[in-house]
C-alpha cells in the first residue's frame, strides 16, 4: 500500500525459535521437578546484558528487594554490588541497551520520574544520573560520537548522536519528518561511520549510514524501489566492503555489498534464483573470519548451509553441503555468528549422524570438519547462541547426555575440547546465559541449583569457575529459570 511502511515481520525461522523455546521451557520445568530442585537456600537475581566496561562488568539483576537495577562486579563478591536504585523500592527500573562507550556504561532505564530514558554511569550512586528523556533502543559508537534509535517529544523513533554529555545529546536527524517513526535499527560501526536501516514515507525500510553530521547522514540506495522497503540487516565490514543482506521483488533475500555509494551498492550473487526468501529467511549469520565473509545461506539444492565470499559473484560459493539435500545444517538465526580462533572459523552444525555438534573450517571443503561429538550419537549438544573465545580456547555451552548443558571449552581439536566444570552436578542443566570476556576471565549467568540464576566467572580452570555472589539471598521455590535456548546449528 503506499505510504504505508513495514517496520517488523515474524519470519518462519522466529516462528520456530519462539516454539522451541516454549519447549525448553516446559523439559527444564520438567526436569527440575524430577530432579527435586524446587528445595533452594536462595532465588535466582538473572544477570543479564552483561557488558565489560574497563575491568568491571555491568549488567542487570535483580536482588529481591530492589526490582531490576544495574548492578557493577569487578568479579569479586565485595566488589559486586547494586549501583543505584533508580525505580525505588521493588520495582523495576530494567536496564538494558547496555553499551561501553569511553569507559563509561551508557543504558535505558525507567523509573516514575523519568519514565524510559537515556542513562549513564560512572559506578557509584551519586554519578549514575539521566542524561536524557528520551525512549531509547540500539545503541552504537563510531568516531568518538554515540548513536542512538530513540524517541523524543516531537519527531518519532528517529536518529540521535551524543558526546556523553547532556547538552550534547541530541537529534541528528529526523529521518521520516514529524511524529512518524523512521525506527533506526541494526546500528552497525563501519570504520567512523555507521551502518543502519531506517525508513520513510517515500522509500519504505532502506539502507543507511552516518558519520555523525545531518548532512552525512543519508540513504545509501533505494534497493526495493517504492514504499515497500529492502530491510537491511546484519551489516558486516570485511576490507574495505560492507556486505549486508536486503530483499528486493526481483531476487528476494540476498547477499549485498556496499562501499558507500549508491552506485558501489549492488546485489553480490542471487544465491536462490527467483524473487523469494525460502523459508521467509534469507543469507545471514555474516561474520568477518580472518578478512573472508562468512554466511549462512539457501541455494534451493543445499537447504541452509555455511558459505564464503571473496567479495565475488564467482568466488562466493557454499563451503560444504554438511546436511546432505534440501535438509538444514544451519539455522537462519542471526545471533549465532561464526567465531574465529587462529584464524580457523568456528560454528555449530547439524548432520545426520552426529545431530547438532561444534564444527571448524579453514577455508576449504575438506577442512570442513566436526571437532568432536560431544553428545555422542544422534542426540544434539549444542544448546547456546554463545561463542566465545578467552585466550587459545573457544568457550561455550553444550549437553554431553550425562551433565545436562555446561560449560566447555576447545583448543580445536577433539582431546582438546571438555567440560569446564560441571556447574549444576548431574543431568540437570546450568543452563547459562551469553559469555562475556573481561580482563580475562568469562562472565556468565548460571544456576547450580542451590542459589538460582547468579553471575559466575571463569579463568578456563575447574578451580577457578564459581560463583561470583549470591545477589538474591532469599529463599526461592521456583524451577531454574532458563537463558539460553538450543541452537540448531
Not at 151 to 161: D, Q, T, V, Y
Not at 224 to 232: C, E, L, Q
Not at 244 to 261: K, N, Y
Not at 424 to 437: A, E, I, M, N, Q
Given at each position: 500500500?503506499?505510504?504505508?511502511?513495514?517496520?517488523?515481520?515474524?519470519?518462519?525461522?522466529?516462528?520456530?525459535?519462539?516454539?522451541?523455546?516454549?519447549?525448553?521451557?516446559?523439559?527444564?520445568?520438567?526436569?527440575?521437578?524430577?530432579?527435586?530442585?524446587?528445595?533452594?537456600?536462595?532465588g535466582?537475581?538473572?544477570p543479564?546484558?552483561?557488558?565489560?566496561?574497563?575491568?568491571?562488568v555491568?549488567?542487570?539483576?535483580?536482588?529481591?528487594t530492589?526490582?531490576?537495577?544495574?548492578?557493577?562486579?569487578?568479579?569479586?563478591?565485595?566488589?559486586?554490588?547494586?549501583?543505584?536504585?533508580?525505580?525505588?523500592?521493588?520495582?523495576?527500573?530494567?536496564?538494558g541497551?547496555?553499551?561501553?562507550?569511553?569507559?563509561?556504561?551508557?543504558?535505558?532505564?525507567?523509573?516514575?520520574?523519568?519514565?524510559?530514558?537515556?542513562?549513564?554511569?560512572?559506578?557509584?550512586?551519586?554519578?549514575?544520573?539521566?542524561?536524557?528523556?528520551?525512549?531509547?533502543?540500539?545503541?552504537?559508537?563510531?568516531?568518538?560520537?554515540?548513536?542512538?534509535?530513540a524517541?523524543?517529544?516531537?519527531?518519532?523513533?528517529?536518529?540521535?548522536?551524543s558526546?556523553?554529555?547532556?547538552?550534547?545529546?541530541?537529534?541528528?536527524k529526523?529521518?521520516?519528518?514529524?511524529?512518524?517513526?523512521?525506527?533506526?535499527?541494526?546500528?552497525?560501526r563501519?570504520?567512523?561511520?555507521?551502518?543502519?536501516?531506517?525508513?520513510?514515507a517515500?522509500?519504505?525500510?532502506?539502507?543507511?549510514?552516518s558519520?555523525?553530521?545531518?548532512?552525512?547522514?543519508?540513504?545509501?540506495?533505494?534497493?526495493?524501489?517504492?514504499?515497500?522497503?529492502?530491510?537491511?540487516?546484519?551489516?558486516?565490514?570485511?576490507?574495505?566492503?560492507?556486505?549486508?543482506?536486503?530483499?528486493?521483488?526481483?531476487?528476494?533475500?540476498?547477499?549485498?555489498?556496499?562501499?558507500?555509494?549508491?552506485?558501489?551498492?549492488?546485489?553480490?550473487?542471487?544465491?536462490?534464483?527467483?524473487?523469494?526468501?525460502?523459508?521467509?529467511?534469507?543469507?545471514?549469520?555474516?561474520s568477518?573470519?580472518?578478512?573472508?565473509?562468512?554466511?549462512?545461506?539457501?541455494?534451493?539444492?543445499?537447504?541452509?548451509?555455511?558459505?564464503?565470499?571473496?567479495?565475488?559473484?564467482p568466488?562466493?560459493?557454499?563451503?560444504?553441503?554438511?546436511?546432505?539435500?534440501?535438509?538444514?545444517?544451519?539455522?537462519g538465526?542471526?545471533?549465532?555468528?561464526?567465531?574465529?580462533?587462529?584464524?580457523?572459523?568456528?560454528?555449530?552444525?547439524?548432520?545426520?549422524?552426529?545431530?547438532?555438534?561444534?564444527?571448524?573450517?579453514?577455508?576449504?571443503?575438506?577442512?570442513?570438519?566436526?571437532?568432536?561429538?560431544?553428545?555422542?550419537?544422534?542426540?544434539?549438544?549444542?544448546?547456546s547462541?554463545s561463542?566465545?573465545?578467552?585466550?587459545?580456547?573457544?568457550?561455550?555451552?553444550?549437553?554431553?547426555?550425562?551433565?545436562?548443558?555446561?560449560?566447555?571449552?576447545?583448543?580445536?581439536t577433539?582431546?582438546?575440547?571438555?567440560?569446564?566444570?560441571?556447574?549444576?552436578?548431574?543431568?540437570?542443566?546450568?543452563?547459562?546465559?551469553?559469555?562475556?570476556?573481561?580482563?580475562?576471565?568469562?562472565y556468565?549467568?548460571?544456576?547450580?541449583?542451590?542459589?538460582?540464576?547468579?553471575?559466575?566467572?571463569?579463568?578456563?580452570?575447574?578451580?577457578?569457575?564459581?560463583?561470583?555472589?549470591?545477589?538474591?539471598?532469599a529463599?526461592?521455590?521456583g524451577s531454574?529459570?532458563?537463558?539460553?535456548?538450543?541452537?540448531?546449528?
Open positions: 500500500m503506499a505510504g504505508t511502511v513495514r517496520i517488523s515481520r515474524l519470519t518462519s525461522a522466529g516462528a520456530v525459535a519462539i516454539c522451541t523455546l516454549l519447549a525448553v521451557l516446559g523439559m527444564v520445568l520438567l526436569q527440575g521437578e524430577s530432579q527435586g530442585l524446587g528445595a533452594r537456600t536462595s535466582p537475581s538473572n543479564y546484558d552483561i557488558t565489560g566496561v574497563d575491568q568491571r555491568f549488567f542487570s539483576a535483580n536482588d529481591g530492589h526490582g531490576t537495577e544495574l548492578w557493577v562486579s569487578n568479579g569479586t563478591r565485595l566488589g559486586t554490588h547494586l549501583v543505584r536504585d533508580i525505580e525505588p523500592g521493588a520495582a523495576w527500573s530494567d536496564p541497551s547496555l553499551i561501553n562507550f569511553g569507559g563509561t556504561p551508557f543504558f535505558a532505564a525507567h523509573n516514575d520520574a523519568h519514565g524510559w530514558a537515556l542513562w549513564r554511569s560512572n559506578g557509584p550512586r551519586q554519578r549514575t544520573f539521566v542524561l536524557k528523556d528520551i525512549f531509547v533502543d540500539g545503541m552504537a559508537h563510531a568516531g568518538g560520537k554515540l548513536f542512538l534509535g524517541a523524543g517529544p516531537f519527531h518519532g523513533f528517529e536518529l540521535w548522536i558526546d556523553g554529555s547532556r547538552a550534547g545529546t541530541r537529534l541528528l529526523d529521518i521520516w519528518p514529524g511524529p512518524q517513526w523512521s525506527f533506526p535499527s541494526d546500528l552497525t563501519i570504520g567512523g561511520r555507521i551502518y543502519f536501516s531506517a525508513g520513510d517515500a522509500h519504505g525500510v532502506e539502507p543507511w549510514v558519520d555523525g553530521t545531518a548532512a552525512g547522514t543519508h540513504q545509501v540506495k533505494d534497493i526495493a524501489r517504492g514504499t515497500d522497503g529492502s530491510y537491511p540487516s546484519e551489516f558486516t565490514k570485511v576490507g574495505a566492503v560492507t556486505y549486508f543482506t536486503a530483499e528486493d521483488p526481483v531476487h528476494g533475500c540476498e547477499l549485498w555489498r556496499s562501499d558507500g555509494t549508491g552506485p558501489g551498492t549492488f546485489l553480490l550473487k542471487d544465491i536462490f534464483p527467483g524473487a523469494r526468501c525460502p523459508g521467509g529467511v534469507g543469507p545471514g549469520r555474516l568477518n573470519i580472518g578478512g573472508t565473509l562468512y554466511f549462512v545461506a539457501n541455494d534451493g539444492t543445499h537447504g541452509m548451509e555455511p558459505w564464503t565470499s571473496d567479495g565475488t559473484k568466488g562466493t560459493m557454499i563451503v560444504k553441503d554438511i546436511l546432505p539435500g534440501t535438509g538444514w545444517s544451519q539455522s538465526d542471526s545471533s549465532v555468528k561464526f567465531t574465529s580462533l587462529g584464524g580457523v572459523a568456528y560454528f555449530t552444525a547439524t548432520d545426520p549422524a552426529h545431530g547438532c555438534e561444534l564444527w571448524k573450517n579453514d577455508g576449504t571443503e575438506p577442512g570442513t570438519t566436526m571437532v568432536k561429538d560431544i553428545y555422542p550419537g544422534k542426540g544434539w549438544s549444542c544448546w547462541n561463542l566465545a573465545v578467552m585466550g587459545d580456547h573457544l568457550y561455550f555451552s553444550a549437553d554431553d547426555g550425562v551433565h545436562g548443558v555446561e560449560l566447555w571449552k576447545s583448543d580445536g577433539g582431546a582438546g575440547t571438555h567440560m569446564v566444570r560441571d556447574i549444576h552436578p548431574g543431568r540437570t542443566s546450568s543452563l547459562f546465559g551469553d559469555l562475556t570476556v573481561v580482563d580475562g576471565n568469562l556468565f549467568s548460571a544456576d547450580d541449583g542451590v542459589h538460582g540464576v547468579e553471575l559466575w566467572k571463569s579463568d578456563g580452570s575447574w578451580a577457578g569457575t564459581r560463583l561470583v555472589k549470591d545477589i538474591n539471598e529463599t526461592g521455590t531454574p529459570t532458563p537463558t539460553s535456548t538450543p541452537s540448531a546449528g
